[in-house]
Nanobody
Framework: QVQLVESGGGSVQVGGSLRLSCAASGYTGKTGTMGWFRQAPGKEREGVAS????????YYPDSVKGRFTISQDNAKNTVYLQMNSLKPDDTAMYYCATGAPDFCSVMYCPPWRYNYWGQGTQVTVSS
């Protein structure tokens, strides 16, 4: 059974940083794409980063490019999202997901491309 557990959320001020972690279990030995998504109240879930678990390919939308960095530690089956220069618009529940096709690590893929999801961790950025 695949399980994804996010951690690292919290409250920060504008310009601050946070690092989110996503620990995966039950999905070892498989390659594909893992991603981070966020959803603010009243808005659709949107992807903010993705990474190919079998290599180094990554993708970021323009809204976070240069501020967010996705990385992985395969030995720990963990994916990270380093978020810098945070803005109030970054406030949302952040989710990690996996099970997407390889090409989702080089282009944007919508949530339905991902088969497994974590429960989320809240990020709040205040001015």
């Amino acid at each position: 059974q695949v399980q994804l557990v996010e951690s690292g959320g919290g409250s920060v001020q504008v310009g601050g940083s946070l690092r989110l972690s996503c620990a995966a279990s039950g999905y070892t030995g498989k390659t594909g794409t893992m991603g981070w998504f966020r959803q603010a109240p009243g808005k659709e879930r949107e992807g903010v980063a993705s990474i190919y678990t079998g290599g180094r390919s990554t993708y970021y939308p323009d809204s976070v490019k240069g501020r967010f960095t996705i990385s992985q530690d395969n030995a720990k089956n963990t994916v990270y999202l380093q978020m810098n220069s945070l803005k109030p618009d970054d406030t949302a529940m952040y989710y990690c997901a996996t099970g997407a096709p390889d090409f989702c690590s080089v282009m944007y893929c919508p949530p339905w491309r991902y088969n497994y999801w974590g429960q989320g961790t809240q990020v709040t950025v205040s001015s």
